[in-house]
């Protein structure tokens, strides 16, 4: 598929798929007239690319991390294990901060609809 199709059916930009492959986390195939293709992978590999994203980490530690995303169950290497746990840890913390938020806010919403139907 072309890239305009890739950005489609995954929500992220074409800027930013092109970012992605200028950084090592997606790769494409070129046409003798230079335009990209991608496999149909690419759209479960941008997919993860953006939750990762979308939880804080930045695009040095998802190139390192996505050549051990595989289903074959093959290990990655210590340093790389060390990563993702020390990412697990940063996303659990992140995930208590944010569903205390929500509590505060909750508290808020429940009571101003109470001070609203009590006027």
Same mark, same amino acid.
């Given at each position: 598929m072309r890239i305009g199709e890739l950005a489609e059916r995954t929500g992220a930009s074409v800027r930013s798929l092109r970012y992605y492959e200028k =950084? +090592?986390?997606l @790769? @494409? #195939?070129r046409s003798a007239s230079g335009q990209r293709y991608y496999g149909e992978d690419a759209v479960s *590999? /941008? /997919? &993860?690319? *953006? =939750?990762f994203f979308? /939880? +804080?980490m930045n695009s040095k530690t998802i190139a390192a991390l996505l050549p051990y995303i595989k289903t074959? +169950? #093959? *290990?990655?290497?210590p340093e790389v294990l060390r990563q993702l746990i020390a990412e697990l840890d940063r996303i659990d913390t992140q995930a208590d #901060? &944010?569903?205390r938020a929500r509590q505060t806010l909750d508290g808020m919403v429940k009571a101003t609809r109470e001070a609203m139907r009590g006027d």
């Open positions: =950084q +090592g986390m @790769s @494409s #195939e *590999r /941008v /997919v &993860l690319i *953006r =939750q979308a /939880v +804080g074959n +169950g #093959e *290990r990655c290497p #901060e &944010l569903a």
